[in-house]
């Protein structure tokens, strides 16, 4: 026999009856339940209760395999995403070029930066190759490599649209697009429903998975005169390195890097306060969890709900009935009938037959998460939307990451 956990506007583990209440009523994109305030659950006998050190204002726990929502809380509250809308940038824009294609910088690509953002350090007049940028993208959250992929992609205003068509396109209704780096913007929103699509969409993508699982990597640095030794007078370019900035990738002073992480994205701004999407596996189970703006003050409180969302996660497989679901895309195959019918996010096993016979994984980042060449994770063959299994995904420790600037 199922329970359900109260769906009251304020009912927050952890809340603080000052903090904002969403909507009494939320799109149910996914199902009716998700469009409930308050935490949503259906734990079945012996199945763990819910953490209750949570704070943040909203968040998910999905199965990324079937699509099945385990639970949530205020899942579709529209909420500044900060930098995890990255995640819809490269979603969007990283098929578009060759990770060999190369881009000489001009000013121009650097316009409109917004203030205190998190920058890799990229330099007018300097050539950068697309795999460089996207570096830059993933691991140092560099609004700088966004605005040089938007020129490259005819412009802010154009790629602002296209991100905005493909949220449509994922079903992701919450989601209204202002900026590509997701930097504070009047009117700028996602949602943690929507912020799993995004993740669950790019982890399709072999070069997503690899970037958003790159721990360290070396960046083009500036161009410069030698000016001692034998080689004084000539120019040469340095490097140097880089560190994701996804402490549960990295680890950092009081967090340990969270065993079978391998990704997504991180994210910081005055308005969006922290917020996190990561997917992990264990045992064979894969996980997407999403925390947005946590209030309780802990220090990096929202790598440390995620854990507990994770490990709660874990534990709890089997022993609740989902509450909603992750959709697929419109229009998408999912592989027939049942969990692969369009609209579920899950797919038949015909499916994923098909879609482990068309694909190939491979990975060149450096320091990455998980063996992308062997790991779980997600692939979009012959149009059919499938997470396929193949082999568990190593843990991943890392040198402590510094954050630099007020968002990434």
Known sequence: MSTAAPALADEKPGGDKDQPKPPAKMSTVGGARLGEPGTQVKLKANAPVLPKELSGRSWIVSDAESGEVLASHNAHWRLPPASTLKMLFADTVLPKFPKTQKHKVELSDLAGIGAGSSMVGIKEKETYTVHDLWLGVFLRSGNDAVHVLSAMNDGVPKTVKDMQKHADELQALDTHVVSPDGYDAKGQVSSAYDLTLFARSGLQKKDFREYCSTATAEFPGETKKVTKGKDKGKTKRESFAIQNTNRLLTGDIGISPYKGIAGVKNG?????????????????????????????????????????????????????????????????????????????????????????????????????????????????????????????????????????????
């Open 268 to 408: 910081s701004t005055t308005n969006a306060g922290n917020t996190f999407t990561g997917v992990a596996e264990r045992d064979g189970k894969v996980l997407l969890v999403t925390v947005m703006n946590p209030s309780s003050g802990e220090p990096h409180a929202v790598y440390k709900e995620t854990a507990r969302l994770f490990d709660w996660g874990f534990k709890a497989a089997g022993k609740v009935d989902p509450v909603g679901e992750l959709v697929a895309p419109r229009g998408a195959d999912t592989g027939g009938a049942g969990k692969g019918a369009p609209g579920s996010g899950g797919a038949g096993k015909d499916a994923t037959e098909n879609a482990a016979h068309s694909s190939e994984d491979g990975s060149t980042g450096m320091g990455t998460a998980l063996a992308v060449t062997g790991g779980v994770l997600a692939v979009l063959a012959a149009g059919v939307f499938v997470i396929r299994r193949r082999l568990p995904l190593p843990g991943q420790g890392g040198r402590r990451a510094r954050q630099d600037a007020r968002q990434d």
